[in-house]
């Protein structure tokens, strides 16, 4: 299969990830990199092998099919509007958008382009959430009615980067939210509602780099609490939080009428996957069934150039991004609303991944 050349826009922290995952995709020829700090995206070339030029040269450049939007997530929307209007199909990190409007505008202008929209994130396609997947379609805890999703920290507030974490475009949902939300999607199917409470609980927090501790504004809610009402009838009580010191939730649970599941950290690709049904003692570890259980960010962009070659569909798709931003934002909607709010868009639950498949496989 012929690969695609990607362009990289955006040479910080997550690049390493892509840069090192993506040499395991055959479909994935990652030629140029680019950032608005050119000396960054040298440095980044020069180590992974890739050649570094400006934003204008990468989104110029004919060879380049697929633009790999790694910024941060207020630059998402125009980075991926540049890269749609130079003919480019782009794959973004999450989320999608900071707000429904810019998410709304990439996927009508892929559309009349006729360029495809992936994004990030893609750890539902690694072998815990694909175990898990497979326990639930496979029946072992009959029809799935209830659940739990906690993600809950003190949040990044002492990264060198931390302010982005608190403007808008971060806070827990938008920044953790969006694993945990398309892995719920991924087990259970779309969300038909949202009913939530939200709040923040300090104006200013402090933090930066370890040299230079700096005060900076809190802009985003940093408690958002939640009901999610499935389409399936399941309904699955969230937390996302960056007030929280310790605590003992696990990340995920599906409760079903024959049996529970305890999902592994939808920020991780691996597991551990643990079964309960009727008769067990205690929760039973299930081996993994699927490949792809270690850091494999990009298994989502080979899945989408893979579907491009086969004119398929692909997992990580624009639908399921803009789908799980929209009930990311409605916990924002209901918590000043003080009612459920109830979420427009659809998506089709993304196919599970075949069995069997060694590395570089899709
Ligand atoms: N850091 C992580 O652990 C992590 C994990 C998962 C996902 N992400 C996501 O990845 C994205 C990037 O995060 P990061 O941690 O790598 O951030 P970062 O700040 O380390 O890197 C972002 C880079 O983008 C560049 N940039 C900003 N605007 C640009 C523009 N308009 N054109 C070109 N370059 C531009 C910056 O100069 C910077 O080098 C975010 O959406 C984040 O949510 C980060």
Same mark, same amino acid.
Not at 30 to 46: F, N, S, T, V, Y
Not at 107 to 131: I, N, Y
Not at 267 to 289: A, H, M
């Given at each position: 299969? =012929? ?7 955006? +040479? ?5 990830? #892509?840069?090192?995952? *993506?040499?395991?995709?055959?479909? &994935? ?14 440095? =980044?070339?020069?180590? #992974? ?21 790694? %910024?941060?997530?207020?630059? !998402? ?12 199909? %782009? ?27 992936? +994004?990030?994130?893609? %750890? @539902? ?6 175990? $898990? ?9 009959? =029809? ?29 949902? &938008?920044?953790?939210?969006? #694993? ?15 009913? *939530? ?25 940093? !408690? ?6 499935? /389409? ?9 939080? @960056? ?25 991780? @690709? ?9 008769? #067990? ?34 997992? *990580? ?5 803009? !789908? /799980?931003?929209? /009930?990311?934002? $409605?916990? +924002? ?10 979420? =427009?868009?659809? +998506? ?15």
């Amino acid at each position: 299969m =012929k690969p695609a050349k990607i362009g990289v826009i955006g +040479c910080g922290m997550i690049s390493d990830h #892509y840069f090192k995952a *993506a040499k395991r995709f055959p479909v &994935l020829d990652m030629a140029l990199c680019a950032d608005l700090d050119r000396e960054l995206a040298a440095a =980044k070339g020069e180590l #992974y092998g890739v050649k570094a030029v400006s934003c204008d040269e990468l989104l110029a450049a004919p060879e380049i099919e697929v633009v790999l939007n790694l %910024t941060p997530p207020k630059a !998402h929307n125009a980075v991926a509007k540049a890269a749609l209007s130079a003919g480019k199909h %782009t794959y973004s990190e999450k989320p999608f958008g900071v707000d429904l409007a810019e998410a709304e505008e990439i996927m009508r202008l892929a559309s009349e382009k006729h360029l495809a929209v992936g +994004c990030a994130p893609d %750890t @539902f396609m690694g072998g815990g959430q694909q175990t $898990a997947r497979k326990l639930i379609d496979d029946g072992w805890i009959g =029809k799935p009615v209830a659940g739990t999703a906690m993600v809950m920290s003190r949040g990044p507030e002492t990264f060198a980067h931390a302010p982005f974490f608190y403007d808008k475009g971060g806070g827990p949902m &938008l920044d953790l939210g969006p #694993y945990y939300i398309t892995s719920l999607v991924n087990l259970l199917g779309p969300v038909a509602s949202v009913t *939530a409470e939200v709040d923040k609980f300090a104006d200013f927090r402090t933090g930066g780099s370890d040299t230079v501790p700096h005060v900076y504004p809190v802009n985003v809610d940093t !408690h958002q609490a939640g009901t999610l009402r499935f /389409v399936n009838g399941a309904i699955v009580t969230v937390i996302a939080s @960056f007030e929280v010191h310790y605590h003992g939730h696990p990340p995920i649970e599906i409760y079903g009428s024959e049996g529970s599941l305890s999902v592994p950290n939808p920020n991780t @690709f691996g597991g551990p996957v643990k079964l309960f049904r009727p008769g #067990y003692d205690e929760w039973k570890e299930i081996p993994l069934s699927h490949i792809y259980d270690q850091k494999s960010r990009s298994v989502g962009l080979a899945d989408m150039v893979t579907a491009l070659r086969e004119g398929r569909s692909f997992r *990580a798709s624009g639908e399921l991004a803009y !789908h /799980v931003l929209e /009930v990311m934002l $409605a916990f +924002c909607e209901s918590g000043r609303l003080g009612r459920r709010v109830e979420i =427009k868009s659809r +998506c089709e639950r993304p196919a599970p991944l075949p069995l069997g498949l060694r590395d570089g496989e899709i």
